[in-house]
T-cell receptor, first 113, second 110 residues
Framework: DAGVIQSPRHEVTEMGQEVTLRCKPISGHNSLFWYRQTMMRGLELLIYFNNNVPIDDSGMPEDRFSAKMPNASFSTLKIQPSEPRDSAVYFC???????????FGPGTRLTVT | KQEVTQIPAALSVPEGENLVLNCSFTDSAIYNLQWFRQDPGKGLTSLLLIQSSQREQTSGRLNASLDKSSGRSTLYIAASQPGDSATYLCAVTTGNQFYFGTGTSLTVIP
């Protein structure tokens, strides 16, 4: 299995632009998580899905952030409009229903100038 | 490569007891260390974040310490409650790489 796939790996954009991050979970996993990592705040859970349904989005910082999971093999995290303080590494992780270990993707490093 | 170990792997205590969870890491060149809680079916919940320049952090009944030179951190839980039952994970960060520990499964018995 290729593991969790994220794209792009790096994104540089200007303030005010829309940014879309993509994630393909491991086949057969039914839970998907979006995290954000910064040096100051560490790793923070933004939102997670079970069976394509958003379960808890309390970690989403504000309305500029939205996430979707249209099917079991694809999810997006969108920021519109982006701001410099959104600069961070965004991780996607997936988990099978029977276990607790999460498998992380390589992350997307986002820089908003 | 950084290796993060947590001891014990499982712990069962009666309600009201104070307890300590341990985390050790092999490479002391870390930016920060973070303690998480994981409940079945849910995502990771961040409990405490200790930057490399800090020695400890406190939040409510939780206190986490960091001794970077010896590669150790402890999470102290005071007056444990059944609601504290969960798996506790520590993670260290170096650059944008983070490494999770093996986890401690805690059960607090009413």
């Amino acid at each position: 299995d290729a593991g969790v796939i994220q794209s792009p790996r790096h994104e540089v954009t200007e303030m005010g632009q829309e940014v879309t991050l993509r994630c393909k979970p491991i086949s057969g996993h039914n839970s998907l998580f979006w995290y954000r990592q910064t040096m100051m705040r560490g790793l923070e859970l933004l939102i997670y899905f079970n069976n394509n349904v958003p379960i808890d989005d309390s970690g989403m910082p504000e309305d500029r952030f939205s996430a979707k999971m249209p099917n079991a093999s694809f999810s997006t995290l969108k920021i519109q409009p982006s701001e410099p303080r959104d600069s961070a590494v965004y991780f996607c992780a997936s988990r099978s229903g029977g276990g607790y270990e999460q498998y992380f993707g390589p992350g997307t490093r986002l820089t908003v100038t | 490569k950084q290796e993060v170990t947590q001891i014990p792997a499982a712990l069962s205590v009666p309600e009201g007891e104070n307890l300590v969870l341990n985390c050790s890491f092999t490479d002391s060149a870390i930016y920060n260390l973070q303690w998480f809680r994981q409940d079945p079916g849910k995502g990771l919940t961040s409990l405490l974040l200790i930057q490399s320049s800090q020695r400890e952090q406190t939040s409510g009944r939780l206190n986490a310490s960091l001794d970077k030179s010896s590669g150790r951190s402890t999470l102290y839980i005071a007056a444990s409650q059944p609601g504290d039952s969960a798996t506790y994970l520590c993670a260290v960060t170096t650059g944008n790489q983070f490494y999770f520990g093996t986890g401690t499964s805690l059960t607090v018995i009413p």
